[in-house]
């Protein structure tokens, strides 16, 4: 799987837009991007995956740069209970194979 | 959607005790599962990988004999630290992978005294 590179730590105002990079420079013409968060002491919780159209969902938007290298996770507008670390995970989608995660984006929003 | 239970979500034990952490896929059918342990501001680090009917697969620096791993059944795997000492006191979680891909459990935090 590709590796991946994200800020450790993000701020956020509640109510504003939370946009969080990650590059993937590696990245293969076969591999997904994946995005996943982690509430304190809670399992990961999945929230979206493109290839390499933008994608939306009733959580965020994804934004995959048109050279595939990099991607943005935007919460259109962060609550306090978006402050999670934020893991940016490239992959294949290949059925049941190992999911590895980086050190991921602290993201805190604030009031 | 896909739903992972994990149990307990917390334990202490004895040092020397064995500890079992239950992870179920409620809705769906998992033929793998995955386990992994996270330590305080760390990222999650990948144990072993469970196929159900077969012997899991452990990440290097993973001791097989001392997280023994089941995985009897389509929705059941179970870990179990054995011979628990204070060092193997973190936060347990586990993956179910299905048709919505990867779900994860709520984790166990596993104290040992």
């Known amino acids: 799987d590709a590796k991946t590179t994200q800020p450790p730590s993000m701020d956020c105002a509640e109510g504003r837009a939370a946009n969080l990079p990650c590059n993937h420079s590696t990245i293969s013409g076969n591999e997904y991007v994946y995005w996943y968060r982690q509430i304190h002491s809670q399992g990961p919780q999945y929230i979206i995956h493109g290839l390499k159209n933008n994608e939306t969902n009733e959580m965020a938007s994804l934004i995959i740069t048109e050279d595939r290298k990099s991607s943005t996770l935007i919460l259109p507008h962060a609550t306090l209970r978006d402050t999670a670390v934020y893991y940016c995970i490239v992959r294949v989608a290949a059925s049941g194979s190992r999911l590895t995660f980086g050190e991921g984006t602290q993201l805190t929003v604030n009031p | 959607g896909a739903v992972v239970s994990q149990h307990p979500s917390w334990v202490i034990c004895k040092s020397g005790t064995s500890v079992k952490i239950e992870c179920r896929s409620l809705?769906?059918?998992?033929?793998?599962m995955f386990w992994y342990r996270q330590f305080p501001k760390q990222s999650l680090m990948l144990m072993a990988t469970?196929?159900?009917?077969?012997?899991?697969?452990?990440e290097q620096g993973v001791e097989k004999d001392k997280f023994l791993i089941n995985h009897a059944s389509l929705t059941l795997s179970t870990l179990t630290v054995t011979s628990a000492h204070p060092e193997d006191s973190s936060f347990y979680i586990c993956?179910?992978?299905?048709?919505?891909?990867?779900?994860f459990g709520s984790g166990t935090r596993l104290t040992v005294v």
């Open positions: 469970s196929n159900e009917g077969s012997k899991a697969t452990y």
């Open positions: 993956s179910a992978h299905g048709t919505d891909g990867y779900t």
């Open positions: 809705d769906f059918q998992a033929t793998t």
